[in-house]
């Protein structure tokens, strides 16, 4: 029996430089996702996977997450004097209750190994999740999440889980890449060997990158301290998990739905279009206003689909 997975760490002390100049005043992991912060995304991810225990690794300019994971008392207390009851239960679901909330700082964003190194006396002796709010997946098992089926696969065999998806040669060269010895994945998983970061695509082991979740075993935080910083002067997370794969076994994780890449305007985009389009609400409403502007064929049962607007959307209809 391995000790179970209790902590989250997310990491929101980036600077978000491909998201100028949104970025600048307010944190990218606030950006807005339909009608949520990116950030509330990963958190109900965790939730979902059973983490009770959440830890934020923050920096400057980030006080907008603690403040939308803070009791809005006042604001409570004026929707319930309005009988505005559903809004009520949506902001003390945000934090449901029985979830810690831990806070700590990257006084300068060294990168993201130095930053899960940041929360090491809050995470302890035990195994943890990463997730990279920035890093969106969805998928149609499930908590609709990855990282339910992640812990699962840790608590089989006790070993550091890393979520992947497949993308293209061409593009590999971005990623940190799997090194699965030439295996594929079966029933969602592989051993992994090691880890390579950014390859060529002629050196790449694998089409398998990593993508934003981890489930990583407390031995990581050891070798992240004894981690000198890499390209950029920043302390990265590959190094210290290829280590890991060698002492200990890693198993890469297969993401066979969808997976957005939150931080880049692109990924953003597409992002909001699909969760939009999973919206009852809005998605017939979009998929009108797409139509009429001839961005997409004219599919005839898109109004009769439409429901009544709910009580709660200020909206009216796109035109
Ligand atoms: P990114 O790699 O997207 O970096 O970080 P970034 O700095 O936020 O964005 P760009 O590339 O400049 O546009 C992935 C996640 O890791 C966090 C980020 O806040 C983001 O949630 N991070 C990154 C840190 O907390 N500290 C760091 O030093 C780097």
């Not at 979740?213 to 190094?239: F, K």
């Not at 009852?280 to 009769?304: H, K, T």
Request: hydrophobic share 35%; proline share 6%.
């Amino acid at each position: 029996m391995h000790k179970p997975i209790r902590k989250a760490v997310l990491p929101v002390a980036g600077l978000g430089t491909r998201f100028l100049p949104a970025t600048k005043a307010m944190p990218k992991e606030m950006l807005t996702v339909v009608d949520k912060p990116i950030i509330q995304y990963a958190v109900e991810e965790a939730i979902a996977a059973g983490i009770t225990e959440i830890i934020f690794v923050t920096g400057r300019e980030k006080s907008a997450i603690e403040n939308h994971f803070d009791i809005s008392y006042e604001l409570i207390e004026t929707l319930k004097k309005r009988g505005k009851n559903e809004e009520v239960s949506l902001l003390q679901n945000i934090i449901p209750d029985g979830i810690r909330v831990y806070y700590t700082r990257q006084g300068e964003p060294k990168g993201l190994g130095h930053a899960v190194w940041c929360a090491k006396e809050i995470i302890g002796d035990e195994p943890f999740a990463l997730l990279l709010p920035d890093d969106m997946n969805w998928h149609k098992k499930g908590t609709g999440h990855c990282l339910k089926e992640m812990c699962n696969l840790y608590n089989e065999t006790g070993k550091s889980v890393v979520l992947s998806s497949s993308v293209p040669r061409q593009h590999i060269s971005k990623y940190g890449v799997l090194d699965v010895n030439g295996s594929s994945m079966v029933n969602n998983h592989a051993p992994v060997q090691g880890f390579v970061e950014k390859p060529s695509p002629e050196k790449a082991p694998s089409n398998y990158a990593i993508t934003g979740r981890y489930v990583l075993t407390p031995r990581i935080l050891d070798i992240l301290e004894n981690t000198e910083p890499g390209h950029g002067g920043e302390i990265q997370i590959t190094d210290a998990m290829h280590q890991i794969a060698k002492e200990e076994g890693f198993y890469g994780y297969l993401n066979d739905g969808k997976r957005f890449d939150c931080g880049d305007k692109v990924g953003f985009q597409i992002a909001n279009l699909f969760f939009a389009m999973q919206d009852p609400y809005i998605a017939p409403r979009l998929q009108m206003f797409l139509e009429n502007q001839g961005m997409v064929p004219v599919q005839s049962d898109c109004i009769s689909t439409m429901q009544e607007e709910p009580a709660t959307t200020k909206s009216t209809l796109i035109n």
